[in-house]
T-cell receptor, first 115, second 116 residues
């Protein structure tokens, strides 16, 4: 049973460019959440998608946008990249309404470096 | 306001000894869940243990136990019989609902190093 798959694993971009990160949720999950983890810090919630709509959003600017596809996979897009966007981006999937502690599964992340 | 506080940036423990990682939280909700995750250098967040706010018993999962003190708003992780493979970052997190629909709020983490 495949867990959460994220691609690419590493990425280097230049300031001002745009980037797209991808996430395939765990089989049976229908909700995808994205987190940004800066070096030495805990993950910060970006947004959550369910039924192809953004359901919740953290304190991130509009440069951060996303999409969820009918097969529940998701993309995170970041426009006009800043040096401060360098971070590990984690995707987590879950099944809506499943409150179990182990019902929230993380991928290994995409490490984005902005130069 | 910071909702999850982990005051130990780094901890050392000898192999086979027990260690306690501290976590305090702040919420006005009555219904919430508390989580602990392990993050090795590979980056993946590995779920360790969960405690619901209405759970009367402290959660246990193998060598992991959660010391839940609701009145003090603390949820400390206890790892018994530490192993070299336990060396990693550990994060405490909270979800302010019991439906599973809300996002997690994480603390800043504790780096645990297990020494032989």
């Amino acid at each position: 049973d495949a867990g959460v798959t994220q691609s690419p694993t590493h990425l280097i971009k230049t300031r001002g460019q745009q980037v797209t990160l991808r996430c395939s949720p765990k089989s049976g999950h229908d909700t995808v959440s994205w987190y940004q983890q800066a070096l030495g810090q805990g993950p910060q919630f970006i947004f959550q998608y369910y039924e192809e709509e953004e359901r919740q959003r953290g304190n991130f600017p509009d440069r951060f946008s996303g999409h969820q596809f009918p097969n529940y996979s998701s993309e995170l897009n970041v426009n006009a990249l800043l040096l401060g966007d360098s971070a590990l981006y984690l995707c987590a999937s879950s099944l809506v309404g499943d409150s179990r502690g182990d019902g929230y599964t993380f991928g290994s992340g995409t490490r984005l470096t902005v130069v | 306001a910071q909702k999850i506080t982990q005051t130990q940036p780094g901890m050392f423990v000898q192999e086979k000894e027990a260690v306690t990682l501290d976590c305090t939280y702040d919420t006005s909700d009555q219904s919430y869940g508390l989580f602990w995750y392990k993050q090795p250098s590979s980056g993946e967040m590995i779920f360790l243990i969960y405690q619901g706010s209405y759970d009367e018993q402290n959660a246990t999962e193998g060598r992991y136990s959660l010391n839940f003190q609701k009145a003090r708003k603390s949820a400390n992780l206890v790892i018994s019989a530490s192993q070299l493979g336990d060396s990693a970052m550990y994060f405490c997190a909270m979800r302010e609902d019991l439906t599973g629909r809300r996002a997690l709020t994480f603390g800043s983490g504790t780096r645990l190093q297990v020494q032989p």
